[in-house]
């Protein structure tokens, strides 16, 4: 099964305010776009994913996501994360060659490709399916089959509201890059000694980060 691939990003200078104890504002729109810009490039080389689709209404992100290959979708129902998610979705499920979707976390740093690959592989059984991140209360990546709706509900405690519209929750064994989002100075040092791409390793570079 081929998947479209349908990452989120909100505009980077509101982007991971919780990294402030970490990262202050001058660079967090930088880490950001990091994040970002790994995690499109590593889905991309996922055998599973045909393309990836960025939300977002940040030009520079946008511009720079483009140049790895994604596509862009402006976020226009501009209602938050969920309502931008079903806009896309839709407007990916609507094209002729349509494929299977999947909402996966703009800040997954250290994603390997394998690892998506096998997250997918265990989705493709299912109608809606999700994988919960790594301190098991959210979610990161969420899918619906071909003719499927998406059905998002993103934000705090979304791997129970997940559960609880029907999705499956996913258990495909050790596919920690996929669950490793960053929201914190903890989960960033977390992604580090997961080993993160090269974008987020350059700003990293700059901070005073130990994997310890």
Same mark, same amino acid.
């Given at each position: 099964?081929?998947?479209?691939?349908?990452?989120?990003?909100?505009?980077?200078?509101?982007?991971?305010?919780?990294?402030?104890?970490?990262?202050?504002?001058?660079?967090?729109?930088?880490?950001?776009?990091?994040?970002?810009? $790994?995690?499109?490039?590593?889905?991309?080389?996922?055998?599973?994913?045909?393309?990836?689709?960025?939300?977002?209404?940040?030009?520079?992100?946008?511009?720079?996501?483009? @140049?790895?290959?994604?596509?862009?979708?402006?976020?226009?129902?501009?209602?938050?994360?969920? @309502?931008?998610?079903?806009?896309?979705?839709?407007?990916?499920? !609507?094209?002729?060659?349509?494929?299977?979707?999947?909402?996966?976390? /703009?800040?997954?740093?250290?994603?390997?490709?394998?690892?998506?690959?096998?997250?997918?592989?265990? @989705?493709?059984?299912?109608?809606?399916?999700?994988?919960?991140?790594?301190?098991?209360?959210?979610?990161?990546?969420?899918?619906? !089959?071909?003719?499927?709706?998406?059905?998002?509900?993103? =934000?705090? =405690?979304?791997?129970?509201?997940?559960?609880? !519209? =029907?999705?499956?929750?996913?258990?495909?064994?050790?596919?920690? !890059?996929?669950?490793?989002?960053?929201?914190?100075? $903890?989960?960033?040092?977390?992604?580090?000694?997961?080993?993160?791409?090269?974008?987020? /390793?350059?700003?990293?570079?700059?901070?005073?980060?130990?994997?310890?």
């Amino acid at each position: 099964m081929q998947w479209i691939l349908v990452v989120p990003l909100k505009p980077l200078a509101q982007a991971k305010s919780r990294l402030s104890d970490t990262a202050d504002d001058g660079l967090r729109p930088g880490l950001a776009l990091a994040f970002a810009q $790994d995690t499109v490039a590593a889905a991309l080389e996922c055998p599973a994913v045909r393309d990836v689709v960025v939300v977002t209404n940040d030009a520079l992100a946008a511009r720079e996501l483009a @140049a790895l290959g994604a596509g862009i979708v402006p976020d226009q129902p501009r209602d938050g994360l969920n @309502a931008a998610l079903a806009h896309a979705a839709a407007a990916v499920g !609507s094209s002729r060659t349509a494929a299977s979707v999947a909402a996966l976390n /703009a800040d997954l740093p250290a994603l390997r490709p394998p690892e998506l690959a096998r997250v997918l592989d265990s @989705a493709a059984a299912f109608p809606r399916a999700f994988l919960a991140d790594a301190a098991a209360l959210g979610t990161t990546l969420l899918t619906a !089959s071909r003719g499927r709706e998406l059905r998002p509900f993103f =934000g705090p =405690g979304s791997r129970a509201r997940h559960r609880a !519209s =029907g999705a499956v929750e996913l258990f495909p064994g050790a596919v920690d !890059s996929v669950r490793q989002d960053v929201d914190t100075g $903890d989960d960033l040092r977390a992604a580090l000694a997961l080993g993160v791409g090269p974008r987020t /390793a350059e700003v990293t570079a700059r901070l005073l980060i130990t994997e310890q």
